[in-house]
């Protein structure tokens, strides 16, 4: 079998992690509203270097490397439209859905404002480790660090998010949102 057109991977890895891409960039701190153009940037990203995709071992975790970096551009760019003013900060609300969905909400809303708390180096270690599965060893290749400053800083970031859960007040997702919908 011999190897297929670079069109042809880049297809198969967008539809293979084009939605998981979205989750891990949400939880990277890219504003939900720009999500879908963040996913993009990733694979116009992988477009360019089509020829690379063929020869890499880990194309997943090279996927992630890509969307860390996006995702910081994205950080960067909405602090700075929020600094001056181009841009509503409020999120897109989602309808109102059955029980399950709003447990859903909450906790998520939770997770996001955890992770909101956290320093970037910190938030991307613990993403890729906790909630995408990616061993010490990948996270230390698609970062461009040491595997002990992986450790290290996984070792921190368990910690900020813990204290991060424990400070958010108490009470259900529906009175801590109480008027929002005005």
């Not at 967008?14 to 960039?25: D, P, T």
């Not at 504003?31 to 063929?54: G, N, T």
């Not at 994205?74 to 929020?82: A, V």
């Not at 998520?108 to 599965?133: C, H, I, W």
Request: charged residues 25%; proline residues 4%; contains cysteine.
């Amino acid at each position: 079998m011999g190897l297929k057109p670079p069109e042809t991977l880049s297809k198969r890895l967008y539809f293979e992690h084009a939605a998981a891409l979205a989750g891990a960039l949400v939880r990277l701190g890219v504003p939900r509203a720009d999500v879908d153009d963040a996913v993009h940037d990733v694979f116009l990203v992988v477009m360019r270097r089509a020829d690379e995709i063929a020869k890499i071992e880990n194309q997943r975790a090279w996927l992630y490397g890509i969307a860390v970096k996006v995702a910081a551009t994205r950080r960067r760019w909405h602090r700075l439209k929020t600094f001056v003013s181009l841009e509503n900060t409020a999120e897109l609300r989602e309808e109102s859905g059955p029980q399950r969905r709003l447990e859903q909400q909450q906790a998520s809303f939770q997770v996001n404002a955890a992770l909101a708390t956290m320093r970037a180096p910190k938030r991307d270690v613990f993403v890729l480790f906790e909630l995408e599965g990616f061993s010490g060893p990948e996270i230390a290749a698609l970062l461009g660090c040491p595997l002990n400053t992986v450790w290290t800083r996984l070792f921190h970031a368990r910690k900020d998010f813990a204290r991060a859960l424990a400070r958010q007040p108490s009470g259900t997702f529906e009175a801590q949102h109480k008027g929002e919908e005005a």
